[in-house]
């Protein structure tokens, strides 16, 4: 069964400094893998996805995402960080086969001015 | 166009009284989903309707909760009988392929 971690609960960091929210997942078959992002009281909006080819995904608001199956993560970055950042981040895994999307607890991360 | 939308935006109701959330997917998706969301917690998925196919229920918490999608297009999650712990909010989603989804922007339910 797939599963989705996100070992951070919370991320603080100071703005304009780098910053790496990690994601893990768990599935013996390949995966579509996603981040999605919720910013405070409003709805959870895609800011990037794998489904195949290269292994580094660039999303919306200068995120990007690289896949490492080897060690089954996807673990999100961004170079400098804004105020506008802070907000809960959601990794996500499906299976290609299925379209059952389970999602990762989330992480809350704080930018700090 | 319109994206997802989902009625009503609140819902207060007493503790053991029945409630129905709705949701209107974009149209032409054919996925839908419904996810739970407590106070400082992830998405806790619920079920999942894909087409005329039956649905995924396995997330469904307890035999209180039921969800419908008639026509293929509007859903409703009903819960009978309503507890406390069933206070969250509750989101819904749609999708066409490959698996993004697009989200409402929820209810929340209080039970009191």
């Known amino acids: 069964a797939q599963s989705v971690t996100q070992l951070d609960s919370q991320v603080p960091v100071f703005e304009e400094a780098p910053v790496e929210l990690r994601c893990n997942y768990s599935s013996s078959v390949s995966v579509y893998l996603f981040w999605y992002v919720q910013y405070p009281n409003q709805g959870l909006q895609l800011l990037l996805k794998y489904l195949s080819g290269s292994t580094l995904v660039k999303g919306i608001n200068g995120f990007e995402a690289e896949f490492n199956k080897s060690q089954t993560s996807f673990h999100l970055r961004k170079p400098s960080v804004h105020i506008s950042d802070t907000a809960e981040y959601f990794c996500a895994v499906s299976e290609p086969s299925y379209d059952k999307v389970i999602f990762g607890p989330g992480t809350s991360l704080s930018v700090i001015p | 166009g319109a994206g997802v939308s989902q009625s009503p935006s609140n819902k207060v109701t007493e503790k053991g009284k029945d409630v129905e959330l709705r949701c209107d997917p974009i149209?032409?998706?054919?996925?839908l989903y419904w996810y739970r969301q407590s106070l400082g917690q992830g998405l806790e998925f619920l079920i999942y309707?894909?087409?005329?196919?039956?649905?995924?229920k396995s997330g469904l918490p307890s035999d209180r909760f039921s969800a419908e999608r008639t026509g293929g297009s509007v859903s409703t999650l009903t819960i009978q009988r309503t507890q406390q712990e069933d206070s969250a909010v509750y989101l819904c989603?749609?999708?066409?392929?490959?698996?993004?989804?697009?989200f409402g922007p929820g209810t929340r339910l209080t039970v009191t």
């Open positions: 149209s032409g998706h054919t996925a």
């Open positions: 309707f894909q087409g005329n196919s039956a649905p995924d």
């Open positions: 989603a749609s999708s066409l392929a490959p698996r993004e989804q697009y």
